[in-house]
């Protein structure tokens, strides 16, 4: 069968067969973590040595949930960000279709904006309820939500294009 295996150079020819039989193929992963940019997840991909190829695929900022994704060698960095976009629009359309009727963001968008200036602004995860919950209720009453990190991501200048300043 094919894939990538650990043979450890004392195993004898039975645990190779073992493993073989088995398909006990190496499994690889790639850590997204909470409030990276699409600059943070390009860098990250592009300094795998276990992925191959150039990414030449589209990224949206927030299009992409932090977490962990897992591949198999040979995975192409285009490959991986297709399983992590797949994964995550999976992700948020349950979120989306299972939320309050009394939400404060009126689309999928702006969850996500939403959502991405909330994991930033909280500093520890016990802090995100709390934060989400003091952005919700700004935009309840039509109140800007004046956020350092809307602030910090509208000083680069590709992102002054951008759909989140409805939020500053």
Same mark, same amino acid.
């Given at each position: ?10 195993? &004898? ?22 409030? !990276? ?35 198999? /060698?040979?995975? &192409? ?14 992700? /948020?359309?349950?979120? !989306? ?17 939403? &959502? ?30 004046? &956020?350092?990190?809307?602030?910090? /991501? ?15």
């Amino acid at each position: 069968k094919p894939g990538e295996y650990k043979i450890d150079k004392d195993s &004898s020819t039975v645990e190779v067969i073992k493993k073989l039989n088995n398909h006990e193929i190496v499994i690889h992963n790639v850590v997204i973590f909470r409030g !990276w940019t699409v600059k943070d997840i390009i860098k990250c991909l592009n300094e795998r040595n276990d992925l191959c190829g150039e990414i030449s695929q589209e990224i949206k900022e927030g299009e992409i949930l932090s977490g962990k994704y897992e591949f198999v /060698y040979p995975t &192409s960095k285009n490959g991986i960000l297709t399983i992590m976009k797949e994964k995550s629009l999976a992700t /948020y359309e349950k979120l !989306w279709n299972e939320r309050s009727e009394n939400c404060a963001v009126k689309s999928l968008p702006q969850a996500l904006i939403l &959502s991405s200036i909330v994991a930033k602004e909280a500093m520890v995860e016990e802090d995100i309820n709390l934060v989400a919950s003091v952005f919700t209720n700004r935009l309840k009453i039509n109140m800007p939500i004046q &956020s350092d990190p809307t602030i910090f /991501y509208a000083m680069n200048e590709e992102n002054l294009k951008m759909p989140f300043r409805e939020f500053i």
